[in-house]
């Protein structure tokens, strides 16, 4: 069982930047898949950033060249920096983990999630 804690979120204007931090339990080494989800209100939860030790890297189009997913292994910690945030990201973000080789389809682990809200 892994336990994942995000931090990181609030509240922000239209362009600006946030950086998400999700830490995990137990040593997130390969293989693994690792990244981040988010649900907005009335909308279904979707993938937003994830690394696969079997595949690579992959971000949703949606923020493609706004958001990177990175990971620090000494400090077992993920993270999501937003940058050029827009009201449509606001949404809960979730960090997740899971088995690798099958992007989001591996997860089976969920943290409690954090809100970002991003303002006009």
């Known amino acids: 069982q892994v336990q994942l804690v995000e931090s990181g979120g609030g509240s922000v204007q239209a362009g600006g930047s946030r950086r998400l931090s999700c830490v995990a339990s137990?040593?997130?080494?390969?293989?693994?898949?690792w990244g981040w989800f988010r649900q907005a209100p009335g909308k279904e939860r979707e993938g937003v950033a994830l690394?696969?030790?079997?595949?690579?890297?992959i971000h949703a189009d949606s923020v493609k060249g706004r958001f990177t997913i990175s990971k620090d292994n000494a400090m077992n910690t993920l993270y999501l920096q937003m940058n050029s945030l827009k009201p449509e990201d606001t949404a809960i973000y979730y960090c997740?983990?899971?088995?690798?080789?099958?992007?989001?389809?591996?997860?089976?682990?969920w943290g409690q999630g954090t809100q970002v809200t991003v303002s006009s």
């Open positions: 997740a983990a899971g088995d690798p080789g099958a992007w989001w389809a591996g997860i089976k682990y």
């Open positions: 690394i696969d030790s079997a595949s690579g890297t």
């Open positions: 137990a040593y997130m080494h390969a293989p693994y898949c």
